[in-house]
Structure formats: C-alpha cells, structure tokens
C-alpha cells in the first residue's frame, strides 16, 4: 500500500525558511514521479514542483523558482522542499503526490494517483 506522509510545516514570519518533507512507503521509490502541490482557500490545488528518482531535474512553478528547491534522499525514500524567502501568498496547504504513469505535465492534478494528508504552511507579514 502506497503512502506518503509530509511533515515540516508550520508558522513562520515573511522572509524566513521551512523545510516539508515526503516519506514514501509501499512501493520502488524511484519508479514513480513525485512532486508538491499547494491549495489556499478558495483557490485551486496548483503544482509547486516535481521531480522523477533518482537523480532527475527538479521542474518549479514561475511563482517558487529562485526561492524553492525540491531534492530527494533515495536511501530515505524521501523528498524535500526546501522553502525560502517565504512570502505571505505561499500560505497554503502543502501536499506531497506521486503517480504510476509519467504521462502528461507534472502540473496535471489529475494525472496524480497518491497523496499525503497535507501540511499546513502559513506566513505572516
């Protein structure tokens, strides 16, 4: 059985740092993409970025690129992201995802067969 469980969010002023984490169980780490999702109220569920393991290029959403990395610990069946400069429209749920198929844009929500509980990110001004 599929799990992913994210932990590592939490409260924090604009400007400063958190790191989320991903741990994957149930299946071959490196067989499936994965990536982090974020959904603020009333809004969408949109891509924040993506990864396939082991080793591939992270891809990002415009609105994170410089200010977010995503990386992977294989030995951990881990992924990470890595938030900085956070800023108060970065408030949102944060979901880890992971799908069988590499098929269509990392950004599809829809192309997603897993999904972690989600954790909360807020930041304040």
């Known amino acids: 059985q599929v799990q992913l469980v994210e932990s590592g969010g939490g409260s924090v002023q604009a400007g400063g740092s958190l790191r989320l984490s991903c741990a994957a169980s149930?299946?071959?780490?490196?067989?499936?993409?994965m990536a982090w999702f974020r959904q603020a109220p009333g809004k969408e569920r949109e891509g924040v970025a993506s990864l396939f393991p082991p080793g591939g290029s992270a891809s990002y959403a415009d609105s994170v690129k410089g200010r977010f990395t995503m990386s992977e610990d294989n030995a951990k069946n881990t992924v990470y992201l890595q938030m900085n400069s956070l800023k108060p429209e970065d408030t949102a749920i944060y979901y880890c995802?992971?799908?069988?198929?590499?098929?269509?844009?990392?950004?599809?929500?829809?192309?997603?067969?897993?999904w972690g509980q989600g954790t909360q990110v807020t930041v304040s001004s």
């Open positions: 149930g299946y071959t780490f490196i067989s499936k993409r």
């Open positions: 995802a992971a799908r069988d198929r590499n098929v269509g844009s990392w950004r599809a929500v829809e192309t997603y067969n897993y």
